[in-house]
Structure formats: C-alpha cells, structure tokens
C-alpha cells in the first residue's frame, strides 16, 4: 500500500487557500465593481478628486450636462438641468481651484462651468479672471466674461475691471477677446468705477508708439462708453475735453455719443466753451490746435493758423450742443449767434447745427436769417456757405422750407457760376419737403434757366433742375399719389425696389414726408420700418424723421433701436451692426430728450 507524501500537503494547502481568497477577493472586486453606478453623475464628481480619472470624469460630467440641457431645451432652471448642477458644480469648482491641476483640464472646467452659469461656480471664474496676463488664458478668459456678462453676475465686477485695465489691445489676442471684455464692463461697471473710468480718460496719445496709441484707444474708448452708460454726469468735461482734442481724432465720436448719454447735464460745459466762459478749456483747445502746426523759418506759426486755432473751439462746442439734440442746446446756440456779431463764419457754423434741435420757430428764424445775409462768396471750414446751409434748410422737416427757398432763389442776383449751384442744392432740398400743394411753386425752380460750360470753353443753356429731372419726377409722383396719407409714405419707404439706386429717391422722399406729418403713433411704426430698409441713405433719412416726430423724446423708443443693434451685435453679424450704428446715437438723443 503506497503512502501519500505529506510533504507537499502543506504547499497544496497553501495554493488552495491562496485559490480561494484570490478568488474571493476577484469577487468581492467584481461585486464592487458591479455596485458602481455609470449612470450617477456622483460616480463621476467623486472621480474628480483621483487625479488619474479626472479628465475622463469632467467629460463624462459634460455629457451629463449637455443631455440634460437638450431634454431642457437649454434651460439652465429647467427639471434636468437644474438638480443636476446642484450636485456637479460644487466639486468641479473645487477641481477648477486645485493649483496642482493641468491646464489643459482647467481650461475644460473653465467652459463646462461658466457655460453652466451657476452662482457656485463664482470662485472657479475669480480665479480665472484674477490669473490673467496678456497671452495666457485669453481662451478661459473669454468663455468667463460671456458668463459674466449673460448673468449680470456684478459680484465679478471688479475682477471684469481689472481684465479690462490689464489688457493691451495691440497684442493680437487682446483683440480676439476685446468685444467681450468691453460687453462685460459696460454690463457690470457702476458708480463705484466712476473716478477709475474719468482718470483713463486723462492719458494722451503717443502717434510715436503705435502699439501704446492702440492701448490707450482702447482703454479711453471703453472708459467713454461705460461713463456714458453710468450718465456720469462728472465725466460731461473731461469727454468734451477729448471732443475738442485733435490727437484724440480716433475716439471723438465715441466720447460724442457719451455725452448724449449723459443728457442735461453736458450741455453746461459745451455752452462755456462755446461762450468762452470757461477760460481753461478755451486755453487747452488752443494749444492742442496749434501743437504739430508748421512754422517757418523763423520759428513762428502762420498768423491765419493762430486765428483758426482761436476759435476753433467754437465749431466744436456748437457741434456737441447740436449733437445733443436737447431743447435746452437752442438757448446756447441762439445767444452764442448773437454775440457773433459781424463773424459771419461763426454764424454759419452755428446754424447748421440748428436743425439737429427739436423743431423750434426761432432757431428755423435764425436759421433763415443767416442763411439770406450770408453772402455768395463766403466759405467756411465747412464749406460754401450758402451751399451748405441750403443743403441742410430740408432736415428742419418743415414744408415753409420749400417756398422759401424758392422764392430766395428767384431773388438772388449775380453771376450764373455762382448762383447756379446754389440754385441746385436749393431745389434739392425743397423738393425733399414740398407737399402736393407746392410742386407747381417748386417747378419754377426746377425751370429756372442755367448754364452748363462744354468743351472749348462755350456755355449752353439748361434748366437748374436738369441733373435733378428723374428724383423731381419720383417725388412729384409720389405726393401727388399719396397726398397727405402718411401709410402711403410708409408703404413706399419700406417697398423693396426702393431701396436700389434708381429709385431709393422715392424711399428717401416718403421718410422726408413722414417726418413733415407724422405723429406721436407714427414712432413705433417707422422704428419696425428699420429692418426693411436696405438702403444706408433711406435709412438714415428714416431716422432723422424720427427725430422730428419726437421732439420730446420717446424712452421706449429708445430701447426699440438699441435692440435692433444689440441683436445684430449678439448675432456677431458685421453688417447689420454698421446698418444700426446710427440706431445707437439716435437712441441716445430721444432718451435725453425724454430726460
């Protein structure tokens, strides 16, 4: 009988044993293993804190997080959503605030959470904001300030401010993220960033270094717009500082537009520059007028550029007055063409500023004024003087206009050179604001004989209006069709064939006769017209008539064209931004109206 060797039995025992707790063990591995639940999102927020499952965690949680927005049809409060970011957002924050993470996954944790705009995401998007240096996350940067802006979140505020301050436009991706960061500062900025706002303004422009010029552009351009949304009233003089400053040429319009913004209260400092009364900004604009002029050989510059400088001031401080566009700009500009006295010039300059105002009897009196006893041969900085004030006598929307000009133009006497093209702007603009009951007094004007030089040097004879004959017959047959109906002026403004070249007189016409007889229910109407009209001079011709129809400002109106811009603006489409540009300065001269 063999006997078994026992020798090996504790061996055998031991791989048995070790058999079956390796087994055991498999199975307790795999009953765990089979407890993990893939379709948890806590599974995945507790897989954030391993750094080997992170990435695939943040991805796993993004899934989550876009399935639940498309059952919600993006809405970040909807059923799905909602409870979803209140267990995910706090540990991906928590993720986003770990130094030790890469920044491939931050920049991943960046998007997912300012994408999610959820309040507990706040400290992942101050760090974001706060690490920022020019060429860094310039990416993470842009995705937290569309957050930012879209929440309103004001508690980033200052940390939006600091961005803006830290940026520098001239390097190539500053430029890429520029439209964002300045919706976010305009969206958030308050009173508290006032002064921060005014002092930016105070820094010149170096044409020797270009890429600090661009800086500062930007930096100054920002800062205008956010005190013209702050309507601070305190930042009226240090704009109108910028107005009057050659060198600041590339952001004058931008600092314009904000003190419109402002309302009332810029028109105290236009009105003493414009009077002389503020003997500091006469002074200033002086020098900066005459810094760069030539001079010669003896160091001196042109007596006729001294004088020029002089008054410089002047054309400047009317314009601002008459872009503001408020009743209480006329007052100014009226005395301010009194004491002119026999500076002819000055008057001129004046003048044409008046039909930017609110339809007023004595500013088109002194308009008139001013226009008979300029004489044939003056020019201004702005031009011929008749010539231009004959050219702007239509955006007064009054019909007088047009007998008047055709009976000054019957009277002027002179030499057919100089008469001639005055004649033809004259009739230009009657026939803008003519109604049915006066095409046969205007005709006169369109027949008056005139001369036209050929080659060889011989004169033939022709009609004033003869250059003219194809609009005078558009706007002929326009009121004798719609007569006073101002629908009918509507349906031909907005028609599509005319806003093409060949007929956009037709279109151009009925905005000029919408602003003659339109009324307070008209606004909202030619407002909607806006986006039919494809034709750049029609529809600033439509918004100038709403101008005249509003002479006390329309707030609601306001919103109505600063929506038409905003939406082009959010749709990033180009060209309907420059189509509504003008929306935005028309806007802010009814809300300062309506002040």
């Known amino acids: 009988m063999l006997r078994k060797d026992r020798r090996f039995a504790p061996l055998a025992r031991s791989l048995m044993l070790g058999l079956v707790i390796s087994s055991t063990t498999l199975g307790s591995a795999m009953t765990l293993a089979g407890c993990r639940d893939e379709d948890d999102p806590i599974t995945h927020a507790e897989d954030l804190a391993d750094p080997n499952r992170q990435a695939m965690a943040i991805k796993r949680l993004d899934q989550f997080y876009q399935d639940a927005m498309a059952k919600d049809k993006k809405d970040r409060n909807g059923p799905n959503v909602k409870p979803l970011l209140e267990k995910i957002v706090e540990p991906l924050t928590k993720v986003c605030l770990d130094d030790k993470v890469k920044d491939r996954t931050r920049a991943q944790l960046v998007k997912l959470l300012a994408d999610m705009r959820h309040p507990k995401a706040d400290a992942c998007l101050k760090k974001t904001l706060d ?19 879209a929440m309103n979140n004001k508690t980033l505020a200052n940390e939006v401010i600091r961005v803006y301050q830290v ?16 919706a976010a500062v305009l969206a958030l900025a308050d009173k508290s960033h006032e002064d921060l706002f005014i002092k930016a303004l105070d820094k010149p422009f170096d044409p020797a270094n270009q890429q600090a010029m661009q800086n500062e552009a930007f930096w100054q351009t920002v800062a205008a717009r956010a005190l013209g949304e702050l309507k601070s009233e305190k930042a009226a003089k240090p704009l109108l500082q910028i107005v009057i400053n050659p060198s600041k040429g590339p952001i004058a319009s931008t600092a314009l537009v904000a003190m419109v913004k402002i309302g009332k209260a810029s028109i105290a400092p236009a009105e003493a520059l414009l009077n002389g009364s503020d003997a500091e900004m006469v ?23 001294t004088k020029a400088a002089e008054k410089a001031h002047i054309s400047t401080a009317a314009q601002v007055l008459g872009a503001l566009g408020s009743e209480g700009s006329i007052k100014p500009l009226l005395s301010a063409q009194e004491k002119a006295g026999e ?114 040097g011989k004169k033939k004879e022709t009609q004033i209006g003869k250059a003219f004959e194809k609009e005078f017959k558009q706007a002929k047959d326009l009121v004798n069709n719609c ?24 279109a151009i016409k009925a905005a000029y006769m919408i602003g003659v007889l339109g009324k307070d229910g008209d606004r909202a109407k030619l407002v909607d017209a806006l986006s039919k009209l494809s034709n750049d001079l029609v529809r600033g011709t439509a918004l100038k008539a709403l101008e005249a129809i509003t002479p006390k400002g329309d707030a609601a109106i306001a919103d109505k064209l600063n929506a038409l811009f905003d939406k082009a603006e959010e749709a990033k489409d180009d060209k309907l931004m420059a189509d509504y540009k003008m929306c935005v300065e028309t806007a802010a001269r009814l809300r300062s109206r309506a002040q």
Do not use: H
Not at 135 to 149: K, L, S
Not at 379 to 387: C, H, M, S, W
């Open 343 to 456: 500076d002819a010039s000055t008057k001129v300059i004046i003048a044409l500023v008046l039909s930017l105002l609110p339809r007023n009897e004595e500013a088109l009196n002194a308009f008139k004024k001013t226009y008979e006893e300029s004489k044939l041969d003056l020019d201004t900085v702005a031009g011929p003087a008749r010539e231009i004030l004959a050219e702007r006598a239509s955006d007064f929307f009054d019909p007088s206009v047009a007998s008047w000009l055709v009976k000054n133009s019957a009277e002027l006497k002179g030499e057919a050179a100089e008469l001639d093209p005055i004649r033809s702007i004259a009739l230009v603009s009657a026939t803008k604001v003519m109604k049915a009951d006066q095409v046969a007094e205007v005709q006169t004007l369109f027949d008056t004989k005139a001369f036209i030089e050929e080659e060889g």
């Open 131 to 149: 690490d920022y240096k020019p060429d860094t996350n310039e990416d993470d940067v842009v995705n937290v300030v569309r957050a930012v802006t």
């Open 483 to 506: 007569k006073e109906n101002v629908d009918c002026y509507f349906s031909a403004l907005t028609l599509d064939e005319n806003q093409g070249k060949d007929k956009q007189f037709t």
């Open 167 to 182: 940026m520098e436009f001239s390097r190539p991706k500053a430029k890429l993220i520029a439209k964002e960061v300045t």
């Open 283 to 305: 002074k200033f604009s002086i020098a900066e007028q005459l810094k760069g002029a030539q001079k010669d050989t003896n160091g001196k510059i042109a007596e006729s550029v």
